[in-house]
């Protein structure tokens, strides 16, 4: 588990599945993109299979932006897969950028190009 602070100055926590912590009084919310992470805090699943794209595109560009919003507001959002690192690391890519290229739909997500 890792905080990033993003270049606008936006703190998202990074997390794999064995960084779960069912307790967390600091965490906010969490936007997770595997299953495995049968979340009971406030939480939103994004169906994005390992080593794929996600099913639906622009359903997950929502909630990463709302993700994202709620960041930038101070909320501790926590992002979450399998390992942490290939979909948590493309969510967080996507988060720092966002403030600069107005949303993240023009990242082309469903194409897989950043």
Same mark, same amino acid.
């Given at each position: ?7 606008? @100055?936006? %703190? ?5 599945? %064995? ?18 992470? !049968? ?39 926590? %992002? @979450? ?11 967080? !890519? ?12 023009? !990242?082309?997500?469903?194409?897989? %190009?950043?």
């Amino acid at each position: 588990m890792t905080d990033v602070t993003l270049p606008d @100055g936006t %703190v998202i926590r990074a997390s794999s599945i %064995v960084d779960r912590r069912e307790h967390d009084p600091t965490r906010s919310f969490g936007l997770y993109m595997d299953h495995q992470w !049968r979340p009971s805090w406030p939480a939103e699943m994004i169906d994005w299979p390992d080593f794929g794209l996600p099913v639906d595109p622009d359903k997950a560009a929502d909630q990463i932006e709302a993700a994202y919003a709620r960041a930038r507001q101070g909320e501790l959002v926590e %992002v @979450g897969c399998v390992g942490g690192i290939g979909r948590t690391g493309t969510v967080l !890519r996507l988060h720092g950028r966002s403030r600069r290229h107005a949303g993240i739909r023009g !990242r082309r997500l469903g194409a897989g %190009v950043l």
